[in-house]
């Protein structure tokens, strides 16, 4: 009897702890939703550059990752198509091997704050698209992170769109200028005219006066 009950009990215990097992897959699962982006790249909140044509960009990018990095590829390419950069970063705070593809770009991000920034030079017309910054975890068995940032090229016409607004403004407050001027004037103009009105009504009506008590 005694034998009986403790099998029993032993087979509660066992038949308790897949349940426990159930609960820790369900944590480490839920874990590994939370921790889905593990690594995250970020071009910065707004993802537009607008840059004027001839000058040097600073393109931003910087990594994150909650499960720690080892041997992270990185790279930055223009279009999808067209490769700018990239480099592998072997552990945290390691500075990278950066292979340069673009004469115009330069490296200028750090491992110690997980900036992976570039800087394009001497940028023109056709610069302007979709530039991706694209990272790949081997922790994470190779799955891809990318973030994208679009450049707009203007030119320094808007400067001379900045000085047609201040013409037009100009314009606007010199005809307001002259209208409240003109009122001013016609307001004077009348104001004296009935004072020389008054005058001469004053005068005639001495006249008449005058006329009355000859008579
Ligand atoms: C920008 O483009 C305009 C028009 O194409 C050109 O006249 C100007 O020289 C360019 N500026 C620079 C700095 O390249
Ligand atoms: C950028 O333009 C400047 C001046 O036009 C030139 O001296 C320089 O070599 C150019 N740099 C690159 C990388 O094309
Ligand atoms: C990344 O590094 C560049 C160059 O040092 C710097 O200008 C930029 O602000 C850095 N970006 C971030 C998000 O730290
Ligand atoms: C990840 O990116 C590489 C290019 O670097 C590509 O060949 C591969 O198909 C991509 N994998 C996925 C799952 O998107």
Redesign the pocket.
Known sequence: MESQDTSRSFLHRCRTSPDRMGVSVLVTLLIGVWCAQALEMSVGKVGVIEALNGSTVLMPCVYSSCIGIKNLYFSWSYNRTEPLCEGLIPMEGIDPHVVILN??VEFVGSSKTSNISIIF??ITFEDAGDYICFGKNPKEKGRNHSATLTLIVVDELREVDNTLTVIIMSVVGGVIGFIVLAMVIKSLVLHILGKVQEKKLSCQESETEKAKSAL
Do not use: M, P, Q
């Open positions: 004469e115009r030079k001497n």
